[in-house]
């Protein structure tokens, strides 16, 4: 089954308080972070950090993410070597604008699993895309052959840094990007996961552009903050009534075809095959996040 990614928390890497917390707020996804979270003078304390809670902190039903460095860097192999030991769920890999990064990565983690006698494929990737290059190159990236592959995730801030945007309220300067991603994801059989909202203190904001997202197609988004769990996980979860309409579609087509019937009417409104398949999500994305 399909990993539920409603929220994903990162965490800094070097912040073992923080990191126990994470592990109690029942998130879907806890991100151990190497890059962006960590000083550069904090990267060797990150790494060793999160190596120790791989084999020490239980994280319940939380996937296990670490995000490395970027390619860029010089930092990665290193970041891979050191953490690997500790079986993460998945790697994040940030600033992804090719799919020979892509590549790289996915054979670096075949050879720890060989070595390791694990099962080939088991540790999942998920891309960063957050540059103009990346955007520019998405089928790329996203059409990769590996099973690995899972995710693309969406980085509005450092895009909006990359192509020399001001980031607004309405996000009108990175909406091509962030429909980009979430369509290329669709395309290729993956996850998106949507931007960090900052203002993690204003939390009808964050509802807002949670709410956003999932109508936009996203699966879930990245949080910063513990605070965000909730209000995240229950944007990104179908709501009762929403699965009860869904479920009345889905039922009332099962039977039209039993009447040999194409399109039918429900309620006053037209119901053909798109409006079937957008039933049959929503009651998919209720399944995965434990609601039936």
């Not at 891979?80 to 983690?109: A, F, H, M, N």
């Not at 006698?117 to 103009?132: D, F, Q, Y």
């Not at 009860?244 to 039977?255: D, L, N, P, W």
Request: aromatic share 6%; with cysteine.
């Amino acid at each position: 089954m399909t990993r539920v990614r409603r929220a994903v928390l990162y965490v800094p890497g070097d912040d073992m308080h923080k990191i126990r917390r994470a592990a109690t707020l029942g998130v879907d996804c806890v991100c151990l972070d190497m890059e962006d979270g960590v000083a550069l003078n904090r990267k060797e304390a990150a790494r060793a950090t999160i190596a120790e809670v791989l084999h020490t902190i239980d994280f319940g039903r939380a996937e296990r993410l670490v995000r490395i460095n970027s390619s860029n860097s010089r930092l990665q192999t290193d970041d891979l070597l050191t953490t690997i030991g500790g079986r993460p769920d998945g790697y994040v890999l940030p600033k992804v604008e090719s799919g020979e990064q892509i590549d790289w990565l996915c054979w670096r983690l075949t050879e720890a699993e060989q070595a390791r006698g694990w099962p080939i494929g088991s540790i999942s990737v998920l891309a960063i895309v957050e540059t103009a290059r990346g955007i520019v190159n998405l089928g790329d990236i996203a059409d990769r052959d590996h099973r690995r592959l899972e995710a693309l995730i969406f980085g509005a801030e450092d895009l909006a840094g990359d192509i020399g945007a001001t980031r607004t309220r309405d996000g009108r300067e990175v909406f091509y990007a962030r429909s980009a991603v979430v369509t290329h994801a669709a395309a290729f059989g993956l996850q998106a996961i949507d931007m960090v909202y900052v203002d993690f203190k204003n939390s009808e904001g964050l509802v807002r552009e949670s709410l956003e997202g999932a109508h936009m197609g996203f699966g879930g988004k990245q949080i910063i903050h513990p605070s965000q769990v909730e209000p995240v996980q229950a944007a990104f979860t179908p709501s009762d009534d929403a699965i009860a309409h869904a479920r009345m579609i889905v039922e009332a087509f099962e039977q039209s075809q039993r009447s040999g019937a194409g399109a039918f009417a429900l309620n006053g409104r037209m119901v053909d095959m798109p409006v079937v398949k957008a039933a049959q999500r929503v009651l998919d994305k209720a399944r995965a996040a434990g609601k039936s």
